[in-house]
Each structure stands twice: as C-alpha cells, then as structure tokens.
Nanobody, 119 residues
Framework: QVQLVESGGGEVQTGGSLRLSCAAS????????MGWFRQAPGKEREIVAS????????IFEDSAKGRFTISRDNAKKMVYLQMNSLKPEDTAVYYC????????????WGQGTQVTVSS
C-alpha cells in the first residue's frame, strides 16, 4: 500500500548534525500522520516525533526536545528529522512510520537507517 524509505543516517561526532529523510510512495500522502521512531541496541522501539496531516509537530522524547525538529513537504511527499547537537545516547536505528489520520495504529514502516554518534 504505502512504501517508506529512509535515508540520511550515518556516523557523526558528538555535537554534530544529521538530517534524516523519508520518501513516501503514495498519492494520498496528506492523509497520513507521519512519525519518527528509534530503537537502540537492547532497548524497545520508542517514538521520537510526529507530525500531523496539517503540519503540527510534537517531540515525544524529552531528551530530543530543543535539538530535533520534524517537518514534512507534501509536494515532495517527504518527511524529515533534523537532528542537532547529537549525543552518543542518540545512537539507534531510526524508523520512518505512517498512520491514517484518526486511527491509532502505525501501519506503515520504513526499513530503518542507522545513526551512530561517537565522542
């Protein structure tokens, strides 16, 4: 139904920045709430941020507030996660996800992209 492909991961030093991108292959992109999740080794997957169909955003992870920004470009069918002032504890596989507006379950997932932050 909906294919999500992440890119932009990599390895950076503490204090550096990365911008993750998520490309959505759907003609109804504006119908979906989009989000970014992450999973560190030995940890459960957690939601980092979400953005509504109209562009309202929220950062769920307290440690990311003030450092991370989620955005979307509906014309390009893209979702972004700008990550600044990165810390080693941000190291994780980051996943792009989508769900239908008004529904609870996150139905669509990307394959993940690795982010590694070293000192």
């Amino acid at each position: 139904q909906v294919q999500l492909v992440e890119s932009g991961g990599g390895e950076v030093q503490t204090g550096g920045s990365l911008r993750l991108s998520c490309a959505a292959s759907t003609r109804t992109f504006t119908n979906y709430v989009m989000g970014w999740f992450r999973q560190a080794p030995g940890k459960e997957r957690e939601i980092v941020a979400s953005i509504t169909t109209s562009g309202g955003s929220r950062i769920f992870e307290d440690s990311a507030k003030g450092r991370f920004t989620i955005s979307r470009d509906n014309a390009k069918k893209m979702v972004y996660l700008q990550m600044n002032s990165l810390k080693p504890e941000d190291t994780a596989v980051y996943y792009c996800a989508g769900r239908n507006d008004g529904y609870m379950n996150w139905n669509y997932w990307g394959q993940g992209t690795q982010v590694t932050v070293s000192s």
